[in-house]
Each structure stands twice: as C-alpha cells, then as structure tokens.
C-alpha cells in the first residue's frame, strides 16, 4: 500500500508546506509507505525561466495578432464568459506590450533573481528588491496567455469573468485558454509515473488552490488506479457544497477528507490495505455504490503529544526561494478564544489542543538538528502566553539555538518579563491582530482583548528588541470614516507598529458574524459561489465596492510613504523578514533605507 502526498501551486515558494510532512510522518511511523511532493514549489522553479516566460511572449503576441472567435465555435453554455474573457485577455495583453519596453530584459534575468533569493546575496536588501521586482515582472509575462487571470507569488486569481459556482470551476479546470496549470500539469504527468501508488492525497489549503488541485485532481483519477483523496483547511469549509454535485466524485476524487488527517489518513490506508471497512474510517465523504454521498463520524479529538515528528525527508530544500532553510511547525491546534465575529481561521480545527511544553520543545530539537534548521515558523492560530513563556523558557534550558515567529494575541499576559524571555528564547516578531483602533469596532468583532491594553504590550515587545507585525481589518461595517482614520494613524505610529497588514472585511460563510449580521448592519448577503467562503452581502451603511477602495486607497498610500522601508507592508514575506531580523538585528532592519526604488 503506497500513498502519495501532493501539495499544489498556488502557496509563497518561500519555505516548505507543513501538511504533507505531518502526515508522510505518521503513515511512516505506522508503518506504511509514504511519499511527498511539492507540487508548488516545482511549478514556480519551472515557470521562472527564461525559456517559459520566451514561450509566454510568443503566444501573447500571437494572442495579439489574431482575431476574437466568433461565439458559435464556442460552448454555448460559456460562450459569453469565453468572449468576455477574451476581449478582455486581448486589451490587455495590447497595453501590457505597448507599455512595456523591458520585457527581453525581465526575461533574460529571471534566472539570476531566482538565484538571488537562493544564495547570499539575499542578504544584500538592494538585490533582494530588485530581484522581487523582476520575478514580479516575470509572473506578469506568465500571466498574459491567460489573462485577466494572473499567478503571483502570493495569489492565483482566476479569470473574474467565471464565477466560483461548481459549473464553472468545472469547465475551467477542462479549458486550457483560461487555466494556466492544464498545460502544466499534462506536460508535468508527461514525465512522471505514479503507478505505484494506491492513495493520492491533494491538500487543499486556499481558494488559490482550488482550480489548480480540482484540475491535478482529475487528470490524476484519469490516469492512474490510485484513489484520489481531497483534503485540507479549505475543503473542510466547502465540503457541504462539494457533497451536492455528484461529479466531484465521478471525475474528481474518491474522498473527501474533513477535518483532522492525522488520523482519518492513517484509517484511510487501512481500509484501502484491507484491514479496515471503509464505514470505519472516520472524516471521511465518499459515494457510496448505490450513488448516495456517505459522510463518516468525525475523528475523535486528536493527542497531539502522540502525533508524529513532521517528516521533510522527501523534500528538496534547494528548490526553496530562501537561502536558509525554515520549516514550518505546529504547537497547537485551533485558537483557544475561537469567538472573534469575523474570523473562519478554527474552521476545519475540531477543537483547541496545545503539546506539551517538553513534546513541542522536542519536536523543535529534533527538526533543528536533523535538517541543520535554525529557523521556524510556528503556523498556529493562537499560543497562549502562559504556555509560549513556558516554552521559551524550556528552549532557553536546552540551550537550543533556533529563530522564530508566530501568531500572538495582544494580551495582558504578555508581560515585558515574558516578551523578554521569548526574545531570549530566539522568537524575532510576531503577528499580532491590532485589527482596529476603535474600542467600539473592537466589541463589535468580539476580539476579547483589553483594546486600551495594547499600545503597552507592543512597546514592551519592541524594548525586548521584538518586531511588531500587526494586523488590521480595514472598514469593519458601521465603521465610520473618523474610526477608519484613527487607525491609520497607528499604522503609522513607527513606534509600535513596525510592518502593517492592512486587511478588507470579508463576511464569511463559517464565521460567527453570518448569524448576527444586523449586528453590522449587513441587510442581506448571497452566496459567491459554490466554492467561495465569503458572501456578496448589502450593507445599510456601506457597501464592498466601497470598503474595497478605501483599503486599496490606503494601502497604495501607504506604499509610496514607505517606499525607502524594508518589510514595512507584508503578509506573505514573513519568512524573509525572518532571516533579515535573524542576520542582521531590529535596528538594522528598521533604519536602513533603500536606495533601489522599489516596483509600486
């Protein structure tokens, strides 16, 4: 019984995915035969080449040069959204080249930048810029075939002429004019056997992700005998919808794994190694033979100190866009306050559970010394500060020496004592949701912190030499412009908030908001698709046209303010401000101005 365990384009290349190691770790340890592979991070290694992106030229100036089809040589049921989508890929396909004198220049150095992030002269921050630009520039050249969708380092946005309802993700992921990763993947399976395996697990963890793995998805069901597994964060959150179109099971995959996989997967193989009966194998939805869909019980709650170490063994560290290693790890599972109005991060965790102080240190001790990794990422929802003060201390102890960052709310009990001792301990910033500055808007989102508490606590983080990435979810309905305001000014307030990750108010299906939404002012909301997790909604004082341009007002703003800055803005670089604060200290990091200008 082998499996194989795939992670799918689009996630930032920057450091490995934890899921397929978490679970390649436990299959192993019981004793089954288990594989992994990086399905992203090949895909960004292949697409950012001078030969590709040559390819990518060619064909938008043929796109250029021909003429529109005419409606009756396409399927009638998209014709319309095929011509749009064509009119559209053609127009701007025109201004990009008309606009664009350096495309030869991007193209030729792409390679080099890759090589950039990779090696030392990451380090060097006027390269480094300029080599984020070019790689910025180079995904815009492989976006034009398939224009107005786009691949970005931190995005895939598919064509805004289809919606996500199930009918049309399923006609994209068969039409290779406006999905990018069909061509991909045929020439990708082209090279590749997977005859051997017997279960195909696909984590799905964003809706970047979904045409890419339903599309991998059904190319691999129609071409191997392995059961096809979807799972993941996401699918946990669509899976209802998922479980309406029989399809998904026809064409696309053999289950649907929801909620933990720790333990499901372990059942899963059992069932297909045939010790276990498939009604045993928990979180799992599956159609049954007489065509109705069957979902499982739930997992029982999972003993974290009884998971598996994560296994990396089977991942190429050098295809990574860093030029030292960072692997991801998890202490916890869910957040342990579970309530903000706004928030589906717990969505798809069946509950809160952290390790044991000693089991985390442990895992980190042994990740450390058998990949020769000093830096981690702790990908948790939320740690309490009791148990990361613990933790630290325990690291402090062993006299591991490792660099780090997290998640972390700005509560009380990070004391200037424990901040300290988790500087010491090697934690170089955290994310903390600020989210907004007014204490109104704050009860609103039911965030469950001492709003007045948390200019102090991010002071006392920056004297024991932290870096302070906060959060912000811009124009929360009812929020009004003298609110919005006040928290742009602590955005600005380079004291305490030293990069911003401004964010838009999203009303989400599996938020606790849905059920209260008069509660911000929120009259009606429809779905966005089948395969969508937040609402099209109608406000009485707002409306997501609205709160879309203020954010995308502030947010250009904010970028030509602090254009000169390292890391000022970023979600997504989180791993880079890492090795910056790691290599080079706090004060380096915030004082150094660049003398490259940056791509806007």
């Not at 082998?2 to 384009?9: D, K």
């Not at 997967?265 to 799992?284: C, D, I, M, P, T």
């Not at 342990?336 to 390790?355: E, I, N, R």
């Amino acid at each position: 019984m082998n499996v194989l365990l795939l992670s799918v384009p689009q996630w930032y290349p920057a450091s490995p995915y934890l899921a397929g190691a978490l679970l390649v770790g436990q299959l192993r340890r019981h004793g089954f035969s288990a594989d992994y592979r990086d399905l992203n991070i090949e895909f960004y290694n292949d697409i950012l080449t001078q030969k590709y992106l040559s390819s990518c030229l060619d064909r938008a100036r043929e796109i250029s040069e021909q003429p529109l089809p005419s409606a009756c040589d396409l399927p009638p049921a998209f014709a319309d959204k095929l011509l749009q989508t064509y009119e559209n890929r053609k127009y701007l396909i025109d201004l990009f080249l008309r606009g664009s004198t350096n495309l030869q220049d991007i193209t030729e150095r792409t390679e080099r930048a890759v090589s950039v992030l990779k090696t030392k002269d990451f380090y060097d921050p006027e390269k480094f810029y300029q080599a984020k630009d070019i790689l910025q520039g180079a995904l815009e050249i492989a976006s034009l075939p398939y224009l107005p969708a786009s691949i970005r380092m931190d995005n895939y946005i598919s064509s805004p002429f289809f919606t996500y309802d199930f009918a049309d993700v399923d006609f994209q992921c068969g039409e290779n004019s406006v999905n990018m990763f069909l061509d991909y993947f045929e020439q990708k399976l082209k090279k590749t056997d997977l005859s051997k395996y017997d279960l195909i697990g696909i984590s799905v963890t964003d809706l970047s992700q979904i045409i890419p793995a339903m599309t991998l998805a059904r190319m691999l069901k129609k071409m191997f005998h392995a059961k096809i597994c979807l799972g993941g964060n996401y699918i946990f959150k669509i899976a209802a919808d998922l479980r309406r179109f029989p399809k998904v099971f026809d064409e696309y995959c053999d289950f649907l794994l929801v909620g933990d996989g720790e333990t499901a997967v372990l059942e899963l193989a059992e069932y297909l190694a045939g010790k276990r009966e498939l009604q045993n194998v928990h979180s799992l939805t599956y159609k049954a033979p007489d065509g109705s869909v069957c979902c499982s019980e739930m997992s029982p709650a999972l003993h974290l100190d009884a998971v598996a170490f994560p296994d990396f063994d089977d991942y190429d560290f050098s295809l990574y866009f860093t030029p030292e290693l960072i692997l991801p790890v998890q202490l916890g599972k869910g957040c342990y306050w579970g309530k903000c109005t706004f928030c589906d991060f717990y969505t798809g965790q069946q509950s809160f559970d952290m390790k044991s102080v000693c089991r985390a240190v442990d895992e980190v001790e042994f990740l450390s010394r058998k990949y020769n990794c000093t830096h981690f990422n702790f990908v948790d929802e939320a740690v309490p500060p009791a148990f990361y003060f613990a933790f630290a201390q325990e690291i402090l102890r062993r006299k591991i020496t490792v660099r780090y960052y997290s998640f972390a709310r700005l509560e009380r009990a990070f004391t200037p004592q424990v901040l300290q001792t988790l500087y010491d301990s090697g934690a170089r910033f955290f994310m903390w949701g600020y989210e907004a500055e007014s204490a109104r808007v704050m009860r609103l989102m039911n965030k469950g912190i001492d709003v007045f508490a948390r200019k102090t606590i991010l002071r006392n983080a920056v004297a024991a030499g932290l870096w302070n990435l906060c959060t912000f979810l811009l124009c929360y309905p009812t929020e009004t412009q003298e609110e919005l305001a006040s928290t742009i000014d602590v955005i600005y307030d380079q004291s305490i908030v030293d990069t911003c990750t401004p964010s838009n108010f999203a009303l989400k299906r599996n938020a606790i908001l849905k059920d209260h939404t008069e509660d911000a002012a929120i009259t009606t909301f429809v779905e966005n698709g089948d395969l969508h997790i937040s609402y099209k909604y109608q406000s009485s004082v707002t409306s997501m046209e609205e709160i879309k341009n203020k954010r995308n007002a502030f947010e250009r703003q904010y970028l030509r303010d602090t254009a000169d800055r390292l890391f000022p803005h970023t979600f997504t670089e989180c791993d880079y401000l890492l090795l910056y604060l790691s290599k080079y200290g706090r004060a380096y990091v915030k004082n150094y101005r660049l003398q490259y200008r940056k791509k806007l």
